[in-house]
């Protein structure tokens, strides 16, 4: 299980393991988080949205190990890393695509191609 907080984001093995912080982004507030349906260890998170309590410098990132390491898919682009996105999902027919609604900067494709993160098992 996963959870998008404004404290972060936390992960949850099985239904009776605890709630463990999983967030290498000290001080961001993680608007959403999306398991891919074709890999379920590859996991994007959303960050900067927090509707009433305001928004800041956003971006998505991508973990295709359980949260043990992650890589941004928006460095590369500012106008959307720089602002809050407020969803993120997987095409589960092609999972190569990554959609992300953002708060002020709009609908984004994210298309990994050929270079799609390999599926930790």
């Given at each position: 299980y ?9 992960r ?35 960050y ?13 990132d ?5 949260g043990a ?16 996105v ?21 609908f ?14």
């Open positions: 996963w959870l998008a907080t404004s404290s972060g984001v936390y949850k093995t099985g239904a009776t393991g605890a709630w463990t912080p999983v967030d290498h982004r000290d001080g961001y507030v993680a608007s959403d988080v999306t398991v891919d349906p074709t890999c379920a260890s590859r996991v994007y998170v959303a900067g949205f927090a509707g009433v309590s305001g928004q800041h410098q956003g971006g998505i991508v973990t295709s190990d359980n390491t992650w890589t941004s898919i928006t460095a590369g682009l500012p106008a959307l890393h720089r602002g809050p407020t969803e993120v999902e997987v095409d589960a027919a092609q999972p190569s695509k990554v959609y992300a609604a953002s708060y002020g900067r709009g984004w494709v994210y298309d990994w191609g050929a270079s799609l993160p390999a599926c930790a098992r």
